[in-house]
């Protein structure tokens, strides 16, 4: 089954995945045989983190001396924040320093800080090992917690832009208020301390902004504090330079993850059926503050140890032996399925929602 050539009629799931994986491994290492720099992975991924670290202190430094307008540094932070989600999901793999645990957790360290609305780096590692091994399944708690699976709707929207109004709203769904509690307990200290000062700030400025346009509105104003108008400073820069770029970054991310992974109806350890290939050209706003994820991490599902700059670089092959061995390509019909592989599927999950209503 060498070359990509290889007859998918003949062979079974589990013989396609293997091609796929033994076709993109091979153009792996056939870059790295023409690339001798992408051997030193472990330098790669030191540089990248402080080319991203230095690209946010960079844009905010320009910020705050009026050399930056206040939406281009957003946009730029949030980019270069993508980057750090991708070393922090290779970390997760131990794909940098995996020997040598001080540098190792110091970049773990350092990627939440790029990123405080998300959850604890070291937590998240269990959850995402766990999405390997059940992908597409109810177990699957990091895609669920995401919103693969969920009907489209308000709610979702919400949900897929914000980190503690999806916990908040899969707590509601837990049955039993003892157990509400201890599901809302976790989930709160797995996200402490970083992703509540960032959704803290990010409510505070939402409320207070909206309720001075409200009061503009109404052709009045509202006299605040001292205190509170110093502090809203504070918070409005740091909006501009860390949480808006988080935000925007999250809502980015999640909408095309919790859509090019299937949910409910994949065959147990098919990995054929736990993604697709999402990068139609009116994502590309998306794409561009995650990394263009809907387009290669498909290909991590097979290729769990490379790295995401090696995947933007096989995409092209990696891509031409997933369509030949029949992974989806931009199957956008999930938008209605909520994410099932079949219609069908979808249908007689309609089907129990009604009796259970």
């Not at 790029?114 to 399944?137: C, D, F, Y």
Request: aromatic letters at 10%; glycine letters at 8%.
């Amino acid at each position: 089954m060498h070359g990509t050539c290889a007859s998918p009629d003949r062979m079974d799931a589990q013989q396609r995945a293997a091609h796929i994986r033994e076709v993109v491994m091979a153009r792996g290492d056939e870059l790295r045989r023409r690339y001798p720099l992408l051997r030193h992975q472990d330098a790669l991924g030191a540089a990248i983190l402080a080319f991203a670290l230095a690209g946010m202190v960079g844009c905010a430094a320009l910020y705050l001396n009026g050399h930056l307008a206040w939406w281009a540094c957003l946009l730029l932070n949030a980019f270069f924040a993508s980057l750090t989600h991708e070393l922090e999901h290779d970390l997760i793999h131990s794909m940098y320093f995996r020997k040598r645990r001080v540098p190792h957790n110091l970049m773990m360290g350092l990627v939440w800080l790029a990123r405080p609305s998300t959850i604890n780096p070291w937590i998240r590692r269990q959850l995402h090992l766990n999405h390997h091994k059940v992908s597409g399944t109810a177990g699957d708690v990091e895609e669920r917690g995401i919103t693969n699976g969920e009907s489209w709707g308000i709610a979702r929207l919400l949900m897929v832009g914000d980190n503690m109004i999806s916990a908040f709203v899969h707590t509601l769904h837990v049955p039993g208020w003892k157990a509400k509690l201890k599901r809302f307990a976790r989930l709160m200290a797995a996200y402490a301390p970083l992703a509540q000062l960032h959704w803290g700030a990010w409510y505070v400025f939402l409320g207070f902004h909206g309720a001075n346009g409200a009061a503009a509105l109404l052709g009045t104003s509202i006299e605040w504090s001292a205190s509170t108008l110093a502090l809203m400073q504070v918070i409005d820069i740091a909006v501009v330079v860390i949480v808006g770029p988080n935000v925007l970054r999250t809502f980015c991310l999640h909408f095309v993850s919790s859509n090019m992974h299937y949910y409910g109806d994949v065959e147990p350890g098919n990995v054929l059926q736990q993604t697709q290939v999402l990068n139609p050209w009116w994502m590309w706003p998306l794409q561009a503050f995650c990394f263009n994820f809907g387009s290669t991490h498909g290909i991590h599902h097979f290729v769990v140890k490379e790295p995401f700059y090696i995947r933007q670089m096989t995409a092209p092959v990696a891509h031409r032996v997933m369509a030949q061995m029949g992974v989806r390509f931009n199957d956008l019909g999930t938008f209605t399925r909520a994410n099932r592989f079949t219609a069908k599927e979808r249908a007689a999950m309609e089907a129990v929602q009604g009796v259970k209503a």
